[in-house]
């Protein structure tokens, strides 16, 4: 008997054993080659005893940020930690201090319905970014370069990048509606102004804010691209990047039409948030062909009225400009599909809120480019677009701020082409005649065949509203 229990304790004890060896052995699994994150299933619930009422940012890998990337694989890895951390705080800002307070506080007089509207699954787009977050970070605080994965941590998150496309869709509809509510000068402007007082992150305003879940899926596909490019085929890590980098370009290309034409649309309220009207009085040309005039005590900003609720941008280009016969000055032309824009560009003055980022000294080539690629603000100087470029929503704009020498809509200018040799066209607005002298004979051919369009639409709309007008 005394026996039989002996060999019973030993048997339980290899037992244990063996259990004890199998759990240390899948920690290590996990942590070199695992299966997939755990964050996207069910976890227990966030804390909801933070003073913002929103799930807090995750915590930041101290290793991860102290430790030096030597070899490009790491380098882009880092980026791409650095840059969804950027990305995630800019969400946070927008949960925490635009929807919660606008949510949970009734005086700012906002409607459930209208929130909603504002601000398109921004909630559901932050938590599963928020997901993706915790795993970089756990990922590259552990990082090998040689061992380390992330094509699975990519491949669990594009089955949600599908929630991106509400918000896509309803792009243009939300700025409609907080362009509303911030020209009324009401209880939201008081939020925003207070909101960009608060947090330096806000620096552009909602505006800028809510571009950013537009320019990220792009990004990605962009970044994943380079880190296929610097991982070997033999790399535990290359065929679930390839796979991942797959699966994000086919979510990418259905969003592409629905960006590219909220882009457009932003293209529009970042002008207009540009617009410099110097201290002294100046006459802004408007579409009826009276004038207004306008008087400000510094330098800064003022909203023109470009905002409209069909107004997008269609290109932009650097022209030399002469009105009346004067001295040919540089400019940028902004062409939208109902209006012309004309204005000479300070590009050594700004408000702070669009300015480039400015590269660092020390930084590498590598380091910049892919810098560029991940936040999609360039460090390099500003280069005028290609005539390839310039139809693009996602050309950078010049940086500065724009002093209007020009604006009509379409309908109430004359284009005229002195022939095919000269570079140069004119538009007329009543007595005032303007030239423009084009870069090539392409960029001028191009110029009048989409202001021509654009005029023909404009007069075919305002004809069928005549008659619409007639048969009451």
């Known amino acids: 008997m005394f ?5 019973c304790a030993i048997l339980a004890a290899i037992v244990a054993w063996l259990v004890t060896q199998k759990s240390s052995k899948g920690k290590s699994k996990a942590i070199d080659n695992p299966r997939g994150p755990s964050h996207y299933r069910p976890k227990k619930k966030e804390s909801k005893n933070s003073s ?3 799930a807090p940012l995750p915590q930041q890998s101290q290793r991860a940020t102290l ?20 990305y995630v705080g800019q969400l946070h800002v927008l949960v925490s201090l635009y929807i919660f307070q606008l949510k949970n506080t009734k005086k700012w007089g906002i409607t459930e319905g209208e929130l909603r509207a504002m601000f398109p699954d921004i909630e559901v787009i932050y938590r599963y970014n928020h997901i993706l977050l915790s795993d970089l970070e756990e990922r590259l605080d552990l990082w090998d370069a040689n061992k380390t994965m992330l094509g699975d941590v990519f491949l669990s998150f594009s089955h949600w990048l599908k929630t991106y496309q509400t918000f896509v869709n309803q792009y243009s509809d939300a700025m409609e509606i907080i362009t509303e509510k911030l020209e009324e000068k009401g209880k939201f402007y008081k939020l925003e102004e207070e909101i960009k007082k608060k947090d330096t992150r806000c620096g552009g305003g909602v505006y800028a804010l809510l571009i950013t879940p537009i320019q990220r899926v792009p990004r990605y596909v962009l970044l994943l691209k380079e880190l296929i490019k610097h991982t070997p085929a033999t790399h535990p890590d290359h065929a679930q990047l390839s796979e991942a980098l797959a699966k994000i370009e086919s979510v990418a290309n259905l969003l592409n039409e629905s960006r590219r034409a909220a882009m457009r649309k932003a293209k529009v309220f970042q002008i207009d948030s540009h617009i410099y009207i ?10 009826t062909g009276g004038s207004s005039s306008v008087m400000v005590q510094q330098p800064f900003p003022i909203p023109l009225g470009l905002v409209e609720p069909t107004r997008f941008l269609v290109r932009y280009a650097p022209y030399h400009c002469a009105i009346g016969g004067s001295t040919q ?21 700004d408000d702070g809120r669009f300015s480039a980022a400015a590269s660092s000294a020390g930084q590498s080539r590598a380091s910049k480019r892919i810098s560029s690629l991940a936040t999609g603000v360039t460090t390099q100087p500003y280069k005028p677009p290609s005539l390839e470029e310039e139809d693009s ?46 870069s090539s004979k392409e960029q001028k051919a191009q110029w009048l065949k989409d ?3 654009f005029k023909a639409q404009r007069s075919k709309i305002a004809l069928d509203k005549k008659k619409r007008i007639s048969r009451r």
Do not use: Q
Not at 278 to 287: D, F, I, K, Q
Not at 395 to 401: K, V
Not at 426 to 436: A, H, I, K, Q
């Open 52 to 54: 913002e009422g929103v």
């Open 67 to 86: 430790r030096k990337p030597k070899d490009t694989r790491s380098l882009i890895a880092h980026e791409i930690l650095s840059t969804e951390r950027t």
């Open 329 to 349: 000055r540089a400019v940028k032309a902004f062409l939208f599909n109902d209006s012309l824009l004309v204005a000479v560009v300070h590009e050594h003055m």
């Open 393 to 438: 929503p996602d050309t950078d704009l010049p940086p500065g701020l724009y002093e209007p020498l020009f604006f009509s809509t379409l309908d109430c200018v004359e284009i005229k082409d002195p022939g095919s040799d000269a570079l140069s066209w004119n538009v007329t607005f009543g007595s005032l005649d303007m030239s423009l002298s084009s």
């Open 451 to 453: 202001l021509r369009t």
């Open 278 to 287: 110097p201290e002294n009085m100046v006459s802004l040309r408007n579409s």
């Open 3 to 7: 026996m039989f229990l002996f060999l």
